[in-house]
């Protein structure tokens, strides 16, 4: 199956998908489910923001908006069936990491395929950080007091 296809299959996915996943997180924020199918079923942890990405970086944190709390990207992960994890979102990403290696963007530009793919591989960071807003608990933010009932509910519901 070409790259394309792949991707296809990866959107239709998650398109298929989006509510089933919500709902069971919305309903249990720590819910064991694959991201992108709705399995249960050989979960994995899939990196929100992949390893690669940080090669040239030092600082192996990055903000995040919602409590102004810094965390280690390797840390922010996300449940997804193995399938999906290596077969659908680890293909585009080794592929893209390859155009991005390969492409001096100095000296040449990227094809438009390459694009549309990344494109479509930002649509699916988004989704995964929709999906980590409502699983991110509700922590104690500096400064203020720590109320456990509240600590336990996910962020998105006080957005
Ligand atoms: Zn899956």
Redesign the pocket.
Same mark, same amino acid.
């Given at each position: 199956m070409s790259i394309q296809l792949k991707l296809v299959h990866l959107r239709k996915k998650i398109r298929a998908n989006k509510k089933k996943v919500t709902d069971a997180i919305s309903a249990n924020h720590s819910a064991e489910i694959?991201i992108? @199918?709705g399995?249960h079923e050989q979960l994995t942890k899939e990196h929100v923001i992949p390893q690669w990405v940080y090669n040239r970086c030092t600082k192996r944190t990055f903000e995040t908006t919602t409590n102004g709390i810094s965390q280690t990207y390797n840390k922010t992960t996300l449940p997804? @069936?193995k399938? @999906?994890n290596s077969n659908l979102l680890g293909l585009l990403e080794r592929h893209l990491k390859h155009e991005f290696e390969r492409i001096d963007v100095r000296h040449q530009e990227y094809s438009q395929e390459t694009l549309e793919l990344v494109i479509l591989w930002l649509e699916t960071l988004e989704y995964k950080f929709q999906i980590l807003d409502l699983r991110r608990n509700f922590n104690k933010i500096k400064g203020t007091d720590y109320i456990p009932h509240i600590g336990k509910m996910p962020i998105s519901m006080f957005l």
């Amino acid at each position: 199956m070409s790259i394309q296809l792949k991707l296809v299959h990866l959107r239709k996915k998650i398109r298929a998908n989006k509510k089933k996943v919500t709902d069971a997180i919305s309903a249990n924020h720590s819910a064991e489910i694959c991201i992108i @199918c709705g399995s249960h079923e050989q979960l994995t942890k899939e990196h929100v923001i992949p390893q690669w990405v940080y090669n040239r970086c030092t600082k192996r944190t990055f903000e995040t908006t919602t409590n102004g709390i810094s965390q280690t990207y390797n840390k922010t992960t996300l449940p997804a @069936c193995k399938d @999906c994890n290596s077969n659908l979102l680890g293909l585009l990403e080794r592929h893209l990491k390859h155009e991005f290696e390969r492409i001096d963007v100095r000296h040449q530009e990227y094809s438009q395929e390459t694009l549309e793919l990344v494109i479509l591989w930002l649509e699916t960071l988004e989704y995964k950080f929709q999906i980590l807003d409502l699983r991110r608990n509700f922590n104690k933010i500096k400064g203020t007091d720590y109320i456990p009932h509240i600590g336990k509910m996910p962020i998105s519901m006080f957005l």
